[in-house]
């Protein structure tokens, strides 16, 4: 029996909180507005926590409602 690959490409979701926490930092890192009294690089990656949470459940979301990932994960 072969192993028939499936395509994720809802997995490539997982790539925005990278980009969020590492990729602008460049950017965010010289923001001299402070929200909250807090500094804005700070506030960012309380931002990313929940951007991550969504994604993260965006994905789990998409790979229950579609059951062949599973069983191809299992594998």
Do not use: Y
């Amino acid at each position: 029996m072969t192993a028939r690959k499936i395509a994720r490409p809802h997995r490539w979701l997982l790539l925005i909180p990278f980009l969020w926490q590492v990729g602008c930092i460049p950017l965010v890192n010289d923001v001299a507005w402070r929200p909250f009294s807090l500094p804005f690089p700070m506030v960012w990656q309380m931002a990313g926590i929940i951007v991550t949470s969504i994604v993260i459940a965006t994905v789990f979301a998409i790979d229950r409602k579609n059951p062949e990932f599973a069983q191809d994960d299992a594998a």
